[in-house]
């Protein structure tokens, strides 16, 4: 049996968001305002609909990525560092030959693409048959911080497209348009120094989690043993957790409830893959990337 875990190197976790709108296209905010509402991440990138804005004016974020949300009537596409050249003849129109060309130009030129808001059913969302014809993608919004339980949470497409065999990585982003809507879900990524070609290598072997508000420490292989060390302190510590193991087709492995700071998985070796959700007491969640078994 060979467990492959995207969290098998040291480093530091940074906090970073993908998936932010300006008034340069929707957003009811400028750029120098988005800027302070994400003052202290580590990471950001700034996404409006069709068009690549430009960072300009002082931040204090120290990596920030351009990006662009294409953004077709039926489903929309999040690209992070895209070449300028992918403006030339620019069209959102949604055939899966555009998105894949598009998402195509994206990954080559060293960024990554990520389905967005893929149940979001009264607009804009993917049909599972065309998030499989897609070849290219990095990953799917699994958490979109719109935050409507019923349309912002993706978990079930992404099991769908893990159990027929592709390997893509889950995603959590504000989709940040208005005040209020700013630090509802964002993405923990696991690197050794804070630099975009850092950040984007750590993005392409997804090393990172998603967090609502809770984290890991480590998640580590022993053998055919997962253990995932979770953020403690005194407070957190004595909180009550609920942990999830998911497998296969959405197949549970293992539940685990109390106040735990620790937790261990023995593989079978049949699972196809485990990953992890925890739920800290008041609802506060940590979701990791799946660890792919052979």
């Not at 808001?117 to 897609?134: C, F, G, I, T, V």
């Not at 993608?137 to 699994?142: A, K, L, R, S, W």
């Not at 997804?206 to 995932?228: C, K, L, N, P």
């Amino acid at each position: 049996m060979k467990i492959h875990n995207p969290y098998a190197q040291e480093g530091k976790w940074l906090r970073g968001s993908f998936h932010n709108h300006t008034t340069n296209s929707d957003g009811h905010h400028p750029i120098s305002t988005v800027y302070r509402m994400y003052n202290d991440y580590d990471v950001f990138a700034i996404s409006d609909h069709d068009r690549i804005t430009p960072h300009t004016g002082e931040s204090s974020i120290p990596t920030l990525y351009e990006a662009i949300e294409v953004s077709s009537p039926q489903a929309h596409m999040l690209l992070v560092q895209p070449p300028q050249e992918i403006m030339n003849g620019y069209t959102n129109e949604f055939t899966i030959d555009n998105y894949e060309r598009l998402s195509e130009m994206c990954v080559q030129h060293g960024g990554f693409s990520v389905l967005v808001h893929p149940n979001r059913y009264y607009s804009q969302y993917w049909k599972l048959p065309d998030m499989l014809a897609m070849a290219s993608y990095t990953g799917i919004e699994v958490i979109n911080g719109d935050g409507h339980p019923e349309y912002d949470i993706a978990f079930d497409k992404w099991d769908a497209v893990l159990s027929s065999g592709r390997q893509v990585w889950g995603f959590g982003n504000d989709d940040f348009h208005a005040y209020g809507q700013e630090r509802r879900a964002w993405n923990m990524v696991l690197v050794k120094e804070n630099n975009p070609q850092a950040v984007l290598e750590a993005i392409r072997q997804g090393s990172f989690y998603v967090s609502t508000g809770y984290g890991f420490e480590s998640i580590h292989v022993e053998g055919s043993t997962i253990v995932a060390k979770l953020r403690s302190s005194d407070q957190l510590d004595g909180m009550y957790k609920y942990a999830t193991l998911i497998g296969k087709y959405g197949q549970v492995l293992h539940e685990q409830t109390g106040r735990f700071q620790e937790i261990v998985y023995d593989c079978k070796g049949d699972e196809g893959y485990v990953r992890l959700a925890v739920y800290l007491e008041g609802g506060y969640g940590a979701f990791s990337q799946p660890l792919f078994i052979e």
